[in-house]
């Protein structure tokens, strides 16, 4: 271990000095590499314990589900341009702050409706923002989608709508959702601003319908809202019998190379696959797309015919590593899988090697599950996905045994095990070893960052008779999902023993730094703590997480993302906490780390999410180093 | 009535404020969740049971028993308080327990022969 930290300490140690201001921090990955690396330097870990609570807003916009409205999730990442804080709200509001202190400067209300139509929660991941770089009214604009597939423009300077933008400052994307009318496009990820052109997905509920809306991707004109083009992920002979295939999270672009890199979810139904036995091979993948045509430059599909629901979660990383003397323009894209796949972003080229490798097979009723998966070996995957945990002692003790049981009783071949009427252990699960929050790279070092989940769950194909009986259908990330028109429902849940305890050994996640240059781990250490009852974890058994990391050009990982609702500074060296702070739900969000006049800020999100566990909130809270 | 039980009691007392503290406050990171609850009730178990050690007149056996649940409601709520990263609360338990055993095993001071 230490061997393997001597060039990660070095690099840190001989980065040249930058000019240390984080002026921008101007989309959800602070910026359209998705490197989400902030360079400030006054954060170091030597100091990074002094940090003071700048300020801290409550948005009112937050609902435990108990009332009228559905529970609200949020993780929006703030978004720091035009000397303003601005934050898109699960009520779906825009709210544009002072950085410094938090005053409300304007709001803006969507008057959307709080109904949860796709999602089992209202959900948000902020807001996007565009400059035209001319002076006067909407030449700056702050965009909001929300869940009823409308896009908002207004004004960054005064929360106004901005006229010329579609119908009055209003698009409906829903004008293009032509194909079925299954769900409407819910916009809950910002779109990505690529120049003069948003660049939009959506999200809808893929677990209920076997046919459903075709994913696709629109490039809309951020002044006009004219759509510029459309490009399609399904082949036109397989949207009559599926569907999605959609792009729900956010993307990264290089404006050098005119390229955008979306990623690309698993086709419908997400558990069973024999309404589309014919390749679909945009799904389940990392595709670059030439920004002014739409044409697909190349594609890389992680996983082929996805029958785990092991969508591409995230944007890739951008990033140029330095190989035998060469600058290597890279990306880097992280997976539900654990699996980190380093290719050439200019052609596609896998810069370590992938390998096909075969995989069982499936024994669902029409159903014929790919015999090969492409494995990527270096850098290693998170977590080691090949061999699920094993049984945990303690878990099985206080149950009498029932993990046990349950280890012999249902499937389990490796990674890529099939759904079955049996029962199959899904590992990773189904949210992931990574899911949104992706990695983050030091560019100057070309190491990458990378917080990832350890979660065994268990899914069941239920014959459709069976299924109507039961008469399930929580649609969320856990529970009963109809998959309407195959010949299965589903359930779906994390392997816990009946009084909750998880089944497998700890840790149930951790936080992991690469050399990108080698593929070398550098290190995997437990991160967060888990909870179950109010009762902690002990630090060595983690913490499952949803969101990012920010590393910061001092040398420190800022990270929410733990079910124990603490955000996180880490020492980027060793991945060692070196302070925390306890936030009101989990900040499954990135945060923001800028500079605003002179002063360097983290700000985190702490909006929650029930894949964690069921605590939401509203808080957005900043935190500088105290005043000498 | 034995005196010897009253520092317990006090201990039990500032647990349940302490326990209470923690399930209603935001800000302790396990407000409203079930543990806490645990460790209130365990903190007012402990309390009652010291009470009623301290003055209900109880034989041998009773009194033994008694003082044995007081023990295993502390050394539990501690744990309860240890791993809710309550930590005073954990203290001020465990202080309880031992408390406990100084009042059940510590001798008697005898009394001067006139």
């Given at each position: ?382 977590n080691?996905?090949?061999?699920m945990p094993d049984v945990w002692g303690f878990a099985d003790a206080v149950s009498?045994?029932q993990c046990s049981?349950e280890r ?17 252990f899904l590992f990773p699960g189904?949210a ?21 989940m350890r979660v065994v769950q268990i ?19 856990a ?14 849940r994390e392997w816990r023993t009946d009084l909750g305890l998880p089944c497998w050994e700890p840790p149930y996640g951790t ?15 437990p991160?967060g703590l888990s909870q179950q009852w109010?009762f902690y974890g002990l630090?060595d058994w983690g913490s499952p997480t ?17 079910m124990d ?46 894949i964690l566990k ?15 | ?114």
């Amino acid at each position: 271990m230490t061997h393997a930290l001597c060039p990660l300490i070095a690099a840190l140690c001989l980065a040249a000095p930058a000019a240390a201001d984080q002026l921008r921090w101007d989309t959800f990955n602070g910026d359209l590499a998705n490197t989400k690396f902030a360079d400030v330097e006054s954060f170091t870990p030597a100091n990074v314990t002094e940090l003071e609570r700048a300020w801290e807003v409550h948005t009112g916009d937050v609902s435990d589900g108990s009332g009228d409205l559905p529970p609200t999730v949020w993780s929006a990442t703030p978004i720091y341009a035009n000397e303003t804080l601005y934050l898109g709200t699960p009520f779906y509001r825009i709210l544009a702050l002072d950085p410094a202190t938090g005053a409300e400067r304007w709001s803006y209300d969507s008057q959307s409706t709080l109904e949860a139509l796709t999602q089992p929660a209202l959900k948000n991941r902020g807001v996007a923002y565009w400059e035209s770089g001319q002076t006067g009214p909407c030449e700056k604009r702050v965009y909001l989608g929300t869940m009823d597939a409308e896009l908002h423009a207004v004004d960054a300077d005064t929360g106004e709508r901005c006229a010329e933008f579609a119908q009055g400052g209003v698009l409906n994307v829903n004008q293009w959702n032509t194909v079925n009318d299954k769900f409407p496009f819910s916009l809950l990820q910002p779109p990505t601003v690529v120049g003069d052109t948003l660049m939009l997905g959506w999200a809808g509920n893929d677990w209920a319908y076997s046919v459903a809306p075709p994913g696709n991707l629109m490039a809309i004109d951020a002044r006009t809202g004219a759509l510029k083009w459309d490009l399609a992920f399904i082949p036109d002979a397989l949207i009559p019998v599926t569907g999605t295939a959609n792009i729900w999270t956010s993307m990264s672009a290089d404006p050098e190379l005119g390229l955008v890199y979306v990623p690309v979810s698993s086709p419908s139904p997400n558990y069973w696959g024999g309404n589309r036995t014919d390749p679909i091979p945009l799904a389940t993948s990392v595709t670059a797309v030439d920004v002014e045509t739409g044409e697909v430059r190349w594609s890389q599909q992680i996983v082929r015919h996805d029958i785990w629901d092991y969508d591409t979660p995230s944007a890739a990383t951008l990033v140029d590593i330095e190989r035998d003397g060469q600058t290597i323009p890279a990306l880097v894209q992280t997976t539900k899988m654990g699996f980190i796949f380093v290719l050439n972003r200019e052609t596609g080229e896998p810069i370590f090697p992938i390998e096909d490798r075969p995989v069982p097979a499936s024994d669902a009723e029409g159903e014929v599950a790919s015999p090969t998966q492409p494995f990527v070996l270096t850098p290693p995957p998170t977590n080691d996905p090949f061999e699920m945990p094993d049984v945990w002692g303690f878990a099985d003790a206080v149950s009498f045994g029932q993990c046990s049981r349950e280890r012999d009783q249902y499937r389990y071949e490796g990674i890529y095990t099939p759904p079955s009427v049996q029962g199959t252990f899904l590992f990773p699960g189904t949210a992931g070893a990574n899911n949104w929050g992706g990695a983050s790279v030091d560019p100057r070092t070309g190491i990458l960052y990378v917080n990832s989940m350890r979660v065994v769950q268990i899914i069941r194909l239920i014959p459709r008779e069976e299924y109507e009986q039961i008469n399930g259908g929580s649609g969320n990330e856990a529970g009963f999902y109809p998959q309407e028109g195959a010949p299965y429902g589903i359930e779906l849940r994390e392997w816990r023993t009946d009084l909750g305890l998880p089944c497998w050994e700890p840790p149930y996640g951790t936080f992991s730094a690469f050399d990108l240059a080698t593929g070398e781990r550098l290190y995997e250490v437990p991160f967060g703590l888990s909870q179950q009852w109010g009762f902690y974890g002990l630090t060595d058994w983690g913490s499952p997480t949803l969101g990012g990391p920010v590393v910061t050009a001092g040398g420190v990982v800022f990270i929410g993302a733990s079910m124990d609702a603490r955000v996180r500074a880490l020492d980027a060296a060793t991945g060692t906490e070196l302070w925390s702070d306890l936030v009101d739900a989990p900040s499954v969000a990135i945060p923001a780390v800028f500079t605003h006049e002179g002063v360097d800020y983290v700000v985190f999100v702490a909006g929650g999410n029930s894949i964690l566990k069921p605590q939401v909130s509203d808080q957005v809270v900043a935190y500088r180093l105290g005043q000498p | 009535m034995r005196k010897r039980h009253f520092p317990v009691i006090v201990l039990g007392a500032i647990g349940i404020a302490l326990a209470a503290y923690a399930y209603i406050s935001s800000d302790t990171g396990v407000a409203g969740t079930t543990g806490a609850l645990l460790a209130l009730i365990g903190a007012v178990a402990v309390t009652a049971g010291s009470f009623l050690a301290a003055f209900a007149r109880l034989d041998g056996f009773l009194f033994g028993t008694l003082a044995f649940l007081i023990a295993l409601g502390a050394v539990l709520t501690a744990l309860a308080g240890y791993f809710l990263m309550q930590y005073v609360l954990a203290i001020v338990m465990a202080l309880a327990f031992a408390g406990l055993l100084v009042a059940v095993f510590l001798p008697a001071p005898q009394r001067r022969q006139i």
